[in-house]
C-alpha cells in the first residue's frame, strides 16, 4: 500500500535549538519526495524537492535527505525561530500517468522562546 | 503572477445543501488537484483535473461528490446534499505540466463547515 509515515507526531523546541523531523514511505513506483510547511490554516508552501538521485538538499536552514535504499528521508531545521512553528508534511509523488501526490499527516512543530 | 487563488475561503452550509468550492490555478498551469483535510488529519487527494479531463478520481467519494475544470474558468469541486461530516478544509493546486520535479502550488484553501 502505498503510505507515507512521519515522525515525531509533534514536537516542541526552545528558539535557537536544532531539529530533524522523520519520514518513510513505501510508495512505488517513486518520483520524488517533497517537505512543505503548512502553516495554521494556510495552504502548504513548498520547501524542497528531492529526486531518487539527490541525497541531501538545502534551502537555507532547513536541510533534507532522502536515503532511496531504505526508504527514508528527514528535514533538518537548524537555530530554529519562532517563525518555523507550523506542520512539516513529507509528500511523496508516486511515478507513472496519475502525478498523484501522497502525503504524510505531518510533524506538527512548535518553538517556544 | 497570482498565485493559486481559491473562494470562499470559508463556507457555511445546511445540512442537504450544496456547497460549490472554486480554484483558479496559477497562470499557465493547466493541472489542477483537489485535497480534503479534516480536522487533526493530513491532507487527502481526492481528484486530479486537466483542462476539460478528469484523469484520476480515485480519491473522490462515490456519491455527492463531482468535479470539474472546463476549457475557460476556475476549476469547481462540488459536494451535493452535504452532511455534517464533510466539514473540512478543501486545498487546490496547480502545476504547469507532468514532469516529475514539477511544482506544485497550493491556494488557502475553502474551509467547509457543515451546520
Redesign the interface.
Known sequence: KNQVEQSPQSLIILEGKNCTLQCNYTVSPF??LRW?KQDT??????LT?M?FSENTKSNGRYTATLDADTKQSSLHITASQLSDSASY?CVV?R?G??????????TLLAVQP | NAG?MQNPRHLVRRRGQEARLRCSPMKGHS?V?W?RQLPE?????MV?LQKENI??E?GMPKERFSAEFPKEGPSILRIQQVVRGDSAAY?C?S?PT?E??T???????TRLTVV
Request: no cysteine; proline share 2%.
Open positions: 518520483s520524488n512543505y490554516g494556510r495552504g502548504p508552501v513548498s524537492i529526486t508534511i509523488r511515478g500517468a496519475t502525478n498523484k501526490l501522497i502525503f504524510g499527516t505531518g | 493559486v493541472h488537484y485535497y488529519e493530513g491532507l487527502k487527494f486530479y484523469i484520476d480515485s486545498f493546486a502545476s507532468l516529475g520535479g511544482e506544485a502550488f497550493f491556494g488557502q484553501g
